[in-house]
């Protein structure tokens, strides 16, 4: 079965704090038994243990009460005790971006996501592949979604298609919808329709998108 969640952007907190009160008296009625009982001192690092693991999610992402983002994925680790708190999903992650209708606006997939609360950042991390509104396909190796900013970008090679327009650069910035972007070190590829030519044509250029 998998798990459902609706939540504000600023309340990772919170739910761990639920979760854990959820647990605790699961933890009280084991921790009782006959017999002695021997203490092992046990020294918590918040960077790499966690508070919390949920599997099989789906979740709702609000911000200002509006839901903004679908997200699907196997796994979720809340470390709520780090220097600076996180979220990590080890395993492939499915996202939407959604407008005011729940239309889906961009798409999104990746091998692993790690996300910053306090920052309202996300970070996709390997076979990063977003697609717009306009079936453009963008492909990185990472991605920064920046919600504070309320913007995307990367500084990693990255690769634009839409039908047979192929565009590269080595970093890039666009809005959350991927409906304008900004590539740099832009190399565009257009490929010559031509039977005698099958080779495509590169132009080295600066571009734009709006």
């Known amino acids: 079965m998998k798990c459902r969640f609706l939540y504000e952007t600023d309340t990772l907190k919170g739910m761990a704090i639920i979760c854990m009160m959820i647990a605790m008296p699961l933890c009280y009625f084991t921790s009782c038994s006959w017999g002695k009982k021997e203490f092992v001192d046990f020294e918590f690092d918040g960077e790499t243990s966690y508070n919390v693991k949920t599997t099989d999610v789906i979740m709702f992402i609000s911000d200002s009460g509006i839901t903004k983002f679908r997200l699907e994925t196997k796994e979720w680790y809340i470390f709520d005790e780090a220097a600076d708190p996180y979220n990590y999903f080890p395993q ?16 999104f997939d990746a091998d692993t996501a790690y996300y910053y ?26 991605l920064y979604w920046d919600n504070a900013e309320g913007r995307i970008y990367s500084d990693r090679f990255i690769r634009i298609t839409k039908g047979d327009f192929i565009n590269t650069g080595t970093g890039f910035e666009a809005n959350q919808t991927l409906s304008e972007y ?29």
Not at 93 to 105: K, S
Not at 186 to 193: G, M, R, V
């Open 92 to 107: 492939k992650v499915h996202g939407e971006q959604l407008d005011t209708l729940f239309r889906v606006e961009a798409v």
């Open 117 to 142: 609360p306090q920052k309202k950042l996300w970070k996709l991390i390997d076979n990063v592949k977003a697609i717009n509104l306009e079936g453009q396909q963008f492909e990185t190796t990472i």
């Open 182 to 210: 900004r590539i740099f070190n832009s190399t565009a590829e257009i490929p010559i329709q031509d039977n005698a030519t099958p080779d495509s044509t590169t132009i080295e250029t600066s571009y734009t998108s709006k």
